[in-house]
């Protein structure tokens, strides 16, 4: 880890630090907006950190700014910052401005479909877009256009996913755009970018999950000893831990090569899968570990594992992607399969 690294890390800390006690998650999930905590972010540059300096970012290498977004996962930041980032690199991809302030996506579940007529209006229904009721704009996609409607009263269901973060029914019915763009491919690179942003804040929330539980284990007494002591859950933590690295490397190298211009399908597609398999596992061991004190609402774990719950199931499950990457490497042929597993 270089220098800079270290010092976006050392920021998100500080911000955490000041802004992101309990009492604030608690708060933003009866419904109260982060004010302070978005704040600070955007002080910092955060929220525009996925963008090229021409479009107003702050220079950051994309990897880095995953690293950013990781680390507000590891704290578990109740804001939109997954879904800013990625709706600014779509509204960057095609020459358009990126609105100021909390942005959105849409469509964010796989079977739904928006109709983007002539570059004027949006038709369709989007469900459960993430913080759709809180962001003044949601970015919205076609096959291959974006555009960006501002959004006043759309909202038609409010819902909250396991870790209380709102989730949002948008109907459009010829639905002026404040903002029209082609962008070829834009709904595959919408649900690509968006299983890779969700993937990386679920090996945030990892880490921060694996350094709880092994806390704990050291700490709680049972029979005398820490239970960490106990050979059956030296065995739970070491597979954790395995468990953990996995997601973290494979998040890492799929940032890395969507940075270098790499195949974005690809890599969202394995660090989906395996971040989401980790999450599993993961998750369950936790709350092993923990017994029952980490089921209670007082305690912390709950605010990571629910969202590592969440998470998994959006922006595509790992069996979906395990589906669609299988079909893609047959298609292209034995021949290519190798040479594509090691590039």
Excluded at 48 to 59: D, I, Q, V
């Amino acid at each position: 880890m270089n220098g800079l690294q270290q010092d976006l890390l050392n920021t998100v800390d500080r911000i955490s630090g000041a802004h992101c006690e309990r009492p604030l998650r608690e708060s933003a999930e009866a419904g109260t907006w982060p004010a302070a905590l978005w704040q600070a972010l955007d002080e910092v540059g955060l929220t525009k950190a996925a963008l090229p300096e021409a479009a107003g970012g702050s220079g950051l290498e994309f990897g880095d700014a995953m690293l950013a977004l990781r680390r507000s996962a590891y704290h578990a930041f109740p804001v939109p910052l997954a879904e800013t980032m990625m709706a600014g690199r779509l509204l960057a991809a095609a020459g358009l401005a990126v609105p100021e302030g909390a942005l959105t996506i849409a469509p964010v579940m796989q079977s739904d479909a928006l109709d983007i007529k002539s570059g004027k209006t949006v038709s369709g229904e989007a469900r459960r877009v993430p913080w759709g009721n809180q962001c003044a704009h949601v970015v919205v996609a076609g096959e291959n256009e974006i555009g960006v409607v501002v959004l006043k009263s759309h909202s038609s269901k409010t819902e909250k996913n396991l870790a209380g973060e709102p989730r949002v029914t948008l109907k459009f019915a010829s639905q002026p755009l404040a903002a029209f763009a082609p962008l070829a491919g834009a709904r595959a690179r919408l649900d690509a970018e968006g299983a890779l942003a969700r993937s990386v804040q679920m090996a945030g929330a990892l880490e921060r999950a694996l350094a709880y539980a092994l806390q704990y284990a050291g700490e709680r007494v049972q029979f005398g000893r820490p239970i960490g002591k106990f050979q059956a859950i030296q065995q739970l933590l070491a597979q954790f831990a395995e468990q953990v690295a996995a997601a973290t490397v494979a998040v890492t190298a799929s940032a890395d090569a969507i940075a270098r211009g790499g195949d974005v399908f690809f890599a969202a597609a394995v660090a989906k899968i395996r971040a989401g398999e980790a999450a599993g596992r993961s998750a369950e061991i936790a709350h092993q570990v923990h017994g029952a004190i980490g089921f209670t609402h007082e305690h912390r774990l709950h605010h990571l594992t629910r969202r590592l719950w969440s998470w998994r199931d959006e922006f595509g499950v790992e069996s979906e992607w395990s589906i669609a990457l299988g079909r893609q490497v047959a298609a292209q042929g034995a021949e290519a399969f190798w040479p594509r597993l090691t590039a």
